[in-house]
């Protein structure tokens, strides 16, 4: 299975919400048809069908996601929390820069006591945050003379 298989497998709301039930607990299909607020059988039926590559059904019947179905929530989890990965680090730098201004002109004698932790703490959410995390400050195909 590709990721691209995947990824068409889970390309609708519904279906993201379908994983998001799944990943709490093996559930049947009037569980799933409840909890999602769906009135048409049908319609659950086919989304379930699109997601046959991300799901299977136990011995009792009941829906459970496989192994690309974990992966594919946490690859949900991933793009709904890029955005704010990048805000986290911003959030963060402006902390650093606010909190050792502060402490050069308000106790000057204790600024290398601050200016250490916080230059050192910035560094490795730094790191995490761009190397680890893989999150980019600007969108890809960015034009350099914006």
Same mark, same amino acid.
């Given at each position: 299975?590709?990721?691209?298989?995947?990824?068409?497998?889970?390309?609708?709301?519904?279906?993201?919400?379908?994983?998001?039930?799944?990943?709490?607990?093996?559930?049947?299909?009037?569980?799933?048809?409840?909890?999602?607020?769906?009135?048409?059988?049908?319609?659950?039926?086919?989304?379930?069908?699109?997601?046959?590559?991300?799901?299977?059904?136990?011995?009792?019947?009941?829906?459970? @996601? +496989?192994?690309?179905?974990?992966? =594919? #929530?946490?690859?949900?989890? $991933?793009? !709904?929390?890029?955005?704010?990965?990048?805000?986290?680090?911003?959030?963060?730098?402006?902390?650093?820069?606010? @909190? +050792?201004?502060?402490?050069?002109? =308000? #106790?000057?004698?204790?600024? $290398?006591? !601050?200016?250490?932790?916080?230059?050192?703490?910035?560094?490795?959410?730094?790191?995490?945050?761009?190397?680890?995390?893989?999150?980019?400050?600007?969108?890809?195909?960015?034009?350099?003379?914006?």
């Amino acid at each position: 299975m590709t990721s691209d298989e995947v990824f068409e497998a889970i390309s609708h709301p519904i279906r993201i919400a379908i994983l998001k039930q799944l990943e709490k607990r093996p559930l049947g299909f009037a569980d799933l048809k409840r909890r999602l607020k769906i009135k048409s059988s049908g319609k659950l039926d086919f989304h379930l069908k699109k997601m046959g590559n991300v799901i299977t059904t136990t011995k009792e019947g009941q829906y459970t @996601l +496989n192994d690309r179905g974990y992966a =594919a #929530v946490r690859a949900v989890y $991933i793009v !709904t929390n890029y955005g704010w990965q990048k805000r986290a680090w911003l959030i963060n730098l402006a902390t650093v820069i606010f @909190l +050792n201004v502060y402490m050069f002109f =308000a #106790v000057p004698e204790f600024f $290398i006591f !601050t200016a250490l932790p916080t230059i050192g703490w910035l560094a490795f959410y730094s790191y995490w945050t761009f190397v680890k995390r893989g999150v980019r400050l600007r969108e890809n195909g960015a034009n350099d003379d914006d």
